[in-house]
């Protein structure tokens, strides 16, 4: 038998098939014709796979919009070497990506808002590995597979735990369409943490106060911890005990009677009220 032949197959079955194998790789590559979209002209192909990428990307402009970036199209050349070179030589089997760019220059003199002059010029971005006949990538010689992956739903998720010792552990996970994931997850402690894409832990006031809550009054009205009272009308025992979030100021002297953080007691309140 000569190499790549065809091996000659005998049944003896007496009960003929009534259903054909089905094609096992189908879905691989079906997956990755519809992701490249070769057999298709560039203006009729469907806004998905690496066409949405560019259109999600481009057009790119500078910041004073005296530049604007477009995309044209995309297309792929023939891998530079074969299957058969790629695992002998320990290569990866990847073909040219390239893409047809058009830069739009504004009227330099002033006179008009339009773009007066335009380049357009085809651009290497680098090479894609490339999926095999068998549905397969070669990566550094050795042959790889993609494996399906369940992708988790975007949303806010809660969940409640035990911690050896019976403390409960709350955590709240946000899980965008796109991008980083966000983790809150209180401790033994009661301490409430954050995890951006399951790192390093930090307390949610550093998080808080880089989104722009920056004062100790603006983090506890967000937990809605703080009131505002009148002395005249509450009750001293009811005071006693609770913090002071802010400096509490003589408006005539303008002496602090008290710092921020300062536990109220019966003779600081009642000293407040006079």
Known sequence: MKNGSLIERHTFSKIPSIATYPDLLDVQTRSF????????????????????????????VDSRENFILDFVEYYIDKPKYSVKECRERGLTYAAPLKAKLRLSIKDPTGETEDYTDTIEQDVYLGNMPYMTGRGTFIINGAERVIVNQLHRAPGVFFDESIHPNGTKIFSARII??????????????DCLHVYIDRKKKFYVTAFLRALGFQG????????????????????????????????VVNEKSGEVLLETG???????????KA
């Open 262 to 272: 300062a536990l109220l007691d019966e003779e600081n309140v009642e000293a407040l």
């Open 176 to 189: 965008p369409f796109r991008g980083s994931w966000v983790e809150f997850m209180t401790d033994v402690n």
């Open 33 to 60: 014709k519809e992701f490249l979209q070769e057999d298709k002209a560039p203006d009729e192909r469907a806004n998905k796979g690496l066409q949405e990428v560019f259109l999600n990307i481009f057009p790119v």
């Open 216 to 247: 100790d009054d603006d983090l506890l009205s967000l937990f809605e911890l703080v009131e505002e009272v009148t002395l005249a009308d509450t009750d001293t025992l009811s005071l006693v005990g609770r913090k002071i979030v802010g400096d």
